[in-house]
């Protein structure tokens, strides 16, 4: 049974205001806008813009997550500009230009809470970073003096109390302007794409024998995943969410990608699954609950499948999931994962 659930309430559209200012302002660095704006970058666009730099962080994994991934995460987390983390990488230990970093350099990346093992290295970096922004900016209070200058907005306020100074707050605004001079606050986007790289899967994609997940070359760019059904929450074992930053609160029309798959014989076990679900059941976490919707994915080959139209609020909360829970047989289907897109719906 399929079900949708179709609302078609409105939201105004935010304001935008300048964000970092040109030339260099110090009692307004960077609009609140744009230190909370989460969706200046795809986790991909970190990768691509990581891939352009000198520095080793385009190759850094810990715990088998990328710079990239991390990076991504801890912005979404905290609702701040990952520009933001990635300004601080170069600020602090120069590792976006450094071929040749030392482990300190990579233990202190963001110089958040110097010599406290609980913010060393590169996730508990990122980590502390990301949270003591959100912090500074929650809890900011326009009108007081600040290392010697009186900032007119939270999100100055913040870059002072992390920067500790003025000069501190000049060298985060030079390398910003460095990679992003024409820098605002994104364009509200009317459509928001979730890519396969940026799916959080149950557990990690790494070793296919270890963790039953298989990367296939197709899809709607070029990969896509794929894992063996389970009955149910019993023998479950995978599950992936796509979860988007949005933008504005409002409704959005939730589509998902279902890829042309080929022949792809599993690696590390004695079958051969040779068909696809006709029940993968995907949950919709919107503002007003949950909605279940099942889709026969047989018989479809690079096609977009329309999930209905949800209310989401604004940020993080609100996600796609789909797990390998199809009802058949154990491990005698695929269930397929792949891109997800989010319209807006509103007027």
Not at 115 to 143: I, P, S
């Amino acid at each position: 049974m399929l079900v949708t659930v179709v609302l078609t309430l409105g939201q105004p559209q935010p304001a935008i205001v300048a964000a970092m200012s040109d030339p260099y302002n110090p009692s307004a660095v960077m609009s609140d806008d744009e230190l909370n704006d989460s969706t200046s970058m795809s986790c991909g666009a970190i990768q691509e813009f990581l891939d352009q730099r000198t520095g080793t962080l385009k190759s850094f994994t810990q715990d088998g997550n990328s710079a990239a991934r991390l990076i991504c995460q801890q912005a979404r987390q905290f609702s701040i500009n990952p520009r933001i983390l990635l300004t601080l990488l170069q600020k602090e230990q120069g590792l976006l230009g450094d071929d040749s970093p030392s482990q300190n350099q990579y233990d202190w990346a963001l110089g958040c809470a110097p010599g406290y093992d609980v913010a060393k290295g590169m996730t508990n970096q990122l980590e502390c970073a990301a949270r003591t922004f959100r912090n500074r900016f929650d809890n900011a209070v326009v009108g007081s003096e600040v290392a010697g200058v009186k900032p007119a907005n939270r999100a100055t306020i913040a870059l002072l109390q992390y920067n500790n100074s003025d000069q501190g707050n000049r060298d985060f605004w030079r390398i910003w302007m460095r990679y992003w001079p024409t820098s605002g606050p994104s364009s509200v986007p009317t459509e928001l794409f979730v890519d396969t790289l940026e799916i959080e899967t149950t557990p990690d994609v790494k070793e296919p024998c270890r963790s039953g997940w298989l990367k296939g070359a197709f899809g709607y760019a070029g990969m896509n995943l794929v894992t063996p059904n389970a009955t149910g929450k019993a023998d479950s074992t995978n599950s992936g969410i796509w979860r988007p930053g949005i933008p504005r609160e409002g409704p959005y029309q939730v589509s998902v990608y279902i890829p042309a798959r080929k022949s792809m014989p599993w690696p590390c076990g004695d079958f051969n699954v040779v068909w696809d679900t006709s029940h993968a059941r995907y949950a919709i976490h919107h503002r007003d609950g949950i909605t279940m919707y099942e889709i026969n994915q047989a018989p479809l080959h690079d096609e977009w499948v329309n999930l209905g139209t949800y209310y989401f609020a604004r940020g993080i909360a609100g996600y796609v999931e789909l797990s390998d829970q199809t009802g058949e047989e154990s491990m005698t289907r695929y269930v397929s994962f792949d891109e997800a897109r989010w319209v807006w719906a509103g007027q």
